[in-house]
């Protein structure tokens, strides 16, 4: 740090020698206050902020108590004011509770860089849902490729497979996920929206919706979400399968659709009992299983019964 003497700071000697660009860097490093209303989002930002999580939860009582502890990294933004690389919900929960400044350390990234470490900031979350991987995991390999791309220039078609393989291979390392499983996720994005819900939801299994569905027209996913929904049925490994195939074949019309959904996988008859209603059959200490197996027992003697009703 610059010393003082008599009231006249004294530049540090390793200060004469920096350049103005240096310089800049060092103002822009330091911490700043920023006006709420000049921070932005980042306009590519894949994952969900405001989803109620735990830790969002937790963030925002310790944002209202004791303000943000954190600076946000921001970047200048074209149209004035700054875009946020790391810090959206703390952002966020600043928002919510009315707090009206953010502490913010202002960086010069490119396009490719802020798309790379937007994503990395985020990406070992365990939070996560296979739609935020699905962005995430697309937006940083776009920039990764393209920054190959600018540094060796344009290569033959073989040499950009073996870089695009390459770019997987690295993030595969980072993120603790085999390739294919990020090749998976990244076909999510083909998915029309309501089936993407449906994937976060658990009502479609990733295998099937990313290796079979994906693939299908958006004509062709639009009808399938309406037998998923009218039938409440899923897809299994085996139909999602056969309709990528009798898609690529120009075929699947929405009887073909209507057929493999039913005749692979028969409809489900779903029947839920309250638990109140079923208490009052039990005693206290019953576990779910021990009335389950005592129902069980019940339905076969009906069952019996009815049986020998018949024969007679």
Not at 3 to 32: H, V
Not at 191 to 199: F, N, Y
Request: charged share 30%; aromatic share 6%; hydrophobic share 35%.
């Amino acid at each position: 740090m610059a010393s003082k003497l008599s009231g006249i700071e004294l530049t540090r000697y390793d200060d004469l020698f920096k350049t103005d660009a240096e310089r800049e860097a060092d103002r822009q490093e330091r911490i700043q206050i920023a006006p709420a209303a000049e921070v932005f989002p980042y306009s590519r930002q894949p994952y969900t902020i405001d989803r109620p999580t735990p830790d969002l939860v937790r963030l925002m009582d310790s944002i209202e108590h004791i303000g943000i502890a954190e600076p946000l990294i921001v970047r200048p933004r074209d149209a004035g004011g700054y875009e946020i690389i790391s810090g959206h919900r703390r952002d966020y929960c600043a928002r919510a509770v009315g707090l009206d400044t953010r502490p913010v350390i202002v960086r010069n990234y490119s396009n490719d860089e802020a798309d790379i470490l937007v994503v990395d900031y985020n990406i070992n979350r365990e939070d996560l849902l296979p739609s935020e991987k699905a962005k995430a995991y697309k937006l940083k390999l776009d920039a990764m490729k393209r920054q190959g791309q600018n540094r060796e220039g344009t290569s033959p078609q073989n040499g950009e497979k073996l870089k695009a393989n390459y770019s997987v291979s690295v993030l595969s390392e980072q993120v603790k996920e085999s390739a294919t499983q990020i090749q998976r996720y990244i076909r999510l994005n083909f998915l029309i929206p309501p089936l993407i819900d449906a994937v976060d939801n658990g009502t479609l299994k990733l295998a099937p919706a990313a290796d079979f569905i994906s693939h299908l027209s958006e004509k062709e996913q639009t009808y399938l979400l309406l037998v998923m929904e009218r039938d409440e049925v899923s897809p299994s490994l085996g139909q999602a399968q056969r309709l990528k195939q009798i898609s690529a074949e120009g075929k699947l019309e929405n009887n073909i659709i209507d057929m493999i959904m039913r005749e692979e996988k028969p409809l489900e008859r779903k029947v839920t009992i309250r638990n109140d209603r079923l208490q009052k059959y039990f005693p206290s200490s019953y576990t779910p299983k021990q009335m389950e197996d005592v129902i069980i027992k019940l339905l076969e003697g009906w069952h019996r019964k009815r049986q020998q009703e018949q024969s007679r």
